[in-house]
């Protein structure tokens, strides 16, 4: 079964800080790779998403950092604030296929 | 204003009865799925749509029926069978299911079984 592990289940930062989230995945056919982000009560967010054909990407306090060898990628959320609250899913899909998600992570900033 | 809506915000049913959640687009998106959300457990596929008339399976689709009679609607059907159907219900649409598909999410359905 594919499978995407995401961890930490749950992560305390302070203010300031960085957050740093990581998944595995196990099918190499995979070759799109999101990041969604998700506040209490309300549905997902595409926050950031990579491709394969590149190690890191970059979007304001946002970066994912991929690894193809090891089959990993994180999610590093740079100056953490209290607004960044929220759980956030890695997910993977291959061309033409759903997505598959991770389990999620619990992220709390405390000021 | 585009986007997708679902309703009811909450949802309240009696053990053995039938409930339907309903779900719209208006980004004019060929894809659809619902997903459902528990804790620490993330996002499990329960059906999924790529075109008008047409769904398939996904991962726990026991007990859930759907419908795509029109482009814009995809409601989900819990039905009695379901044995633990107490849980964060997520729609979500995208423009494709192929390359770079980035999936829109509504504000998703809580339902609680008395």
């Known amino acids: 079964q594919q499978q995407v592990k995401q961890s930490p289940q749950s992560l305390i930062v302070q203010k300031g800080g960085i957050s740093i989230i990581n998944c595995a995945y196990e099918n190499t056919a995979f070759d799109y790779f999101p990041w969604y982000q998700q506040f209490p009560g309300k549905g997902p967010a595409l926050l950031i998403a990579i491709r394969p054909d590149v190690s890191e990407k970059k979007e304001g306090r946002f970066t994912i950092s991929f690894n193809k060898s090891a089959k990993q990628f994180s999610l590093h959320i740079m100056d953490s604030q209290p607004g960044d609250s929220a759980t956030y899913f890695c997910?993977?899909?291959?061309?033409?296929?759903?997505?598959?998600f991770g389990a999620g992570t619990i992220l709390r900033v405390k000021s | 204003d585009g986007g997708i809506t679902q309703s009811p915000k909450y949802l309240f049913r009696k053990e053995g009865q039938n409930v339907t959640l309903s779900c719209e687009q208006n980004l004019n998106h060929d894809a659809m799925y619902w997903y459902r959300q528990d804790p620490g457990q993330g996002l499990r596929l329960i059906y999924y749509?790529?075109?008008?008339?047409?769904?398939q399976k996904g991962d726990i689709a026991e007990g859930y029926s759907v419908s795509r009679e029109k482009k814009e609607s995809f409601p989900l059907t819990v039905t009695s069978a379901q044995k633990n159907p107490t849980a964060f219900y997520l729609c979500?649409?995208?423009?494709?299911?192929?390359?770079?598909?980035?999936?829109?999410f509504g504000p998703g359905t809580r339902l609680t079984v008395l």
């Open positions: 979500a649409s995208s423009p494709t299911s192929g390359y770079n598909n980035e999936q829109f």
């Open positions: 997910a993977a899909s291959k061309y033409g296929n759903k997505l598959v």
């Open positions: 749509s790529q075109i008008v008339n047409d769904f």
